[in-house]
């Protein structure tokens, strides 16, 4: 079964085809994340006016059978409705996946109302996506052919109970799995989410948006000689929570610790690469420790990890170094990075496994749905 993914949350714009819910067959992306990068952040205005831009000509594209996962800044004004529906009259595909939310309003709409035009001129299914459990589905997808080597690599599927760690740029989620769509919240952050305090700190570094991986990418020359040695005393900046026998996390006090390390000083190069090691070990450490404990408690088949924070190397060391010491027997998965940060091929995915068409009709946006709001989806 192929299924069309759209997925328009925030400042991507992406189109993807996914066979059978493993396999991608076009993954297209067009990111207006540059233009943000100007401003320090994203302004929800910009980003819903770039997603008419890019909505049509990235279907059309992910539908031209295109193998290759291809990045764009968002395109230009001249592509039309009217192209795509003069060039694909019948798709080859079984229905249509869509992010009804959470995420901003304006950009969500408009990947939900092109996707509910659709479904009525083709004819097709609509299944509407939680973009959050739709992340954990990256988890699910064959990683995407590079060179010879990887031909034959196949992706070994997730078993249940699992446990997720989502972490994005608004969301912070520990969530158990016994199955698709059987979704039981365990913990998460209090305040802000891993990626936003990773966005907000990088700015007071005077870092690029986004600020998650401006700050690995500092952290790793800092931690390019004598890395073991260095880890053991990044300490500067708190891990609240970690005593307290929850899943818990919270990130808020991070960016006051770092505004006070910096405030007033003229910070060289060198002091950016540090404090982005340390900012960058406070949040994996509670993270970590937190997953670890989750995972002792209930004792999961798989550890899932997903959202774009999960795109970051240390994270996905130090999860399954903690693993591999605890003895613990959950198998960990963690998407290809480019598969954890948005994009539609999970959207397909998710909605492959949890399928669940409705009337076009009955499809709005949520900008605020959580991670277990399943009803009506
Ligand atoms: O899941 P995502 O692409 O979008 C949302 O649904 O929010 O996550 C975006 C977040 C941003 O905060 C960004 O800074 C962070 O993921 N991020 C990373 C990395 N790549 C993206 N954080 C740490 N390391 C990375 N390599
Ligand atoms: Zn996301």
């Given at each position: 079964?192929?299924?069309?993914?759209?997925e328009?949350?925030?400042?991507?714009?992406?189109?993807?085809?996914?066979?059978?819910?493993?396999?991608?067959?076009?993954?297209?992306?067009?990111?207006?994340?540059?233009?943000?990068?100007k401003?320090?952040g994203?302004?929800?205005?910009q980003?819903?006016?770039?997603?008419v831009?890019?909505?049509?000509p990235?279907?059309?594209?992910?539908?031209?059978?295109?193998?290759?996962l291809?990045?764009?800044?968002?395109?230009?004004?001249?592509?039309?409705?009217?192209?795509?529906f003069?060039?694909i009259?019948?798709?080859?595909?079984?229905?249509?996946?869509?992010?009804?939310?959470?995420?901003l309003?304006?950009?969500?709409?408009?990947?939900?109302?092109?996707?509910?035009?659709l479904?009525?001129?083709?004819?097709?299914p609509?299944?509407?996506?939680?973009?959050?459990?739709?992340?954990?589905?990256?988890?699910?997808?064959?990683?995407?052919?590079k060179g010879?080597?990887?031909?034959?690599?196949?992706?070994?599927?997730?078993?249940?109970?699992a446990?997720?760690?989502?972490?994005?740029?608004g969301h912070?989620?520990?969530?158990?799995?016994?199955?698709?769509?059987k979704?039981q919240?365990?913990?998460g952050?209090?305040?802000?989410?891993?990626?936003?305090?990773?966005?907000?700190t990088?700015?007071?570094?005077?870092?690029?948006?986004?600020?998650?991986?401006?700050?690995s990418?500092?952290?790793?020359?800092?931690?390019s000689?004598?890395?073991e040695?260095k880890?053991k005393n990044?300490?500067?900046?708190?891990r609240?929570?970690?005593?307290?026998?929850?899943?818990?996390?919270?990130?808020?006090?991070?960016?006051?610790a770092?505004?006070?390390e910096?405030?007033?000083?003229?910070?060289?190069?060198?002091?950016?690469?540090?404090?982005s090691?340390?900012?960058?070990?406070?949040?994996?450490?509670?993270?970590?420790?937190?997953?670890i404990?989750?995972?002792?408690?209930?004792?999961?088949?798989?550890?899932?990890?997903?959202?774009?924070?999960?795109?970051?190397?240390?994270?996905?060391?130090k999860?399954?170094s903690?693993i591999?010491?605890g003895?613990?027997?959950?198998?960990l998965?963690?998407?290809?990075?480019?598969?954890?940060?948005?994009?539609?091929?999970y959207v397909?995915?998710?909605?492959?496994?949890?399928?669940?068409p409705?009337?076009?009709k009955?499809i709005?946006?949520?900008?605020?749905l959580?991670?277990?709001?399943?009803?009506?989806?």
């Open positions: 079964m192929k299924i069309l993914g759209i328009t949350s925030c400042d991507e714009t992406a189109a993807s085809v996914v066979n059978n819910g493993t396999k991608i067959l076009s993954n297209i992306i067009a990111s207006s994340s540059e233009m943000h990068a401003t320090g994203i302004i929800p205005e980003a819903a006016r770039q997603q831009k890019s909505i049509i990235v279907i059309q594209e992910a539908l031209g059978k295109v193998t290759k291809t990045r764009y800044k968002a395109y230009g004004e001249k592509n039309s409705v009217t192209r795509l003069n060039n009259v019948s798709p080859e595909i079984d229905a249509i996946a869509v992010t009804v939310g959470p995420g309003i304006g950009s969500l709409l408009v990947g939900v109302e092109t996707a509910k035009t479904s009525w001129v083709w004819k097709k609509i299944i509407p996506v939680n973009h959050l459990v739709a992340h954990i589905y990256a988890n699910w997808l064959e990683p995407e052919v010879k080597k990887s031909k034959n690599k196949k992706i070994r599927k997730p078993e249940f109970p446990l997720a760690l989502v972490v994005s740029g912070t989620d520990l969530v158990l799995m016994r199955g698709h769509g979704i919240w365990i913990g952050t209090r305040d802000d989410a891993a990626g936003e305090a990773l966005d907000k990088a700015r007071l570094l005077g870092l690029p948006y986004p600020g998650g991986p401006s700050i990418k500092k952290a790793e020359k800092y931690l000689e004598n890395s040695f880890i990044l300490k500067l900046f708190p609240p929570l970690l005593n307290e026998k929850n899943f818990d996390l919270s990130f808020s006090g991070l960016k006051t770092v505004l006070r910096v405030r007033g000083k003229r910070l060289k190069e060198k002091d950016i690469e540090r404090l090691a340390e900012i960058q070990e406070a949040i994996v450490d509670s993270l970590v420790e937190k997953s404990r989750a995972i002792k408690i209930f004792k999961p088949k798989s550890f899932l990890l997903a959202g774009g924070v999960a795109a970051n190397k240390r994270l996905r060391k999860i399954l903690k591999l010491e003895g613990l027997k959950a198998k998965h963690v998407p290809e990075p480019i598969l954890c940060t948005d994009n539609a091929a397909a995915s998710y909605a492959y496994f949890n399928y669940h409705i009337p076009w009955k709005s946006v949520d900008p605020e959580t991670i277990t709001d399943l009803k009506n989806l």
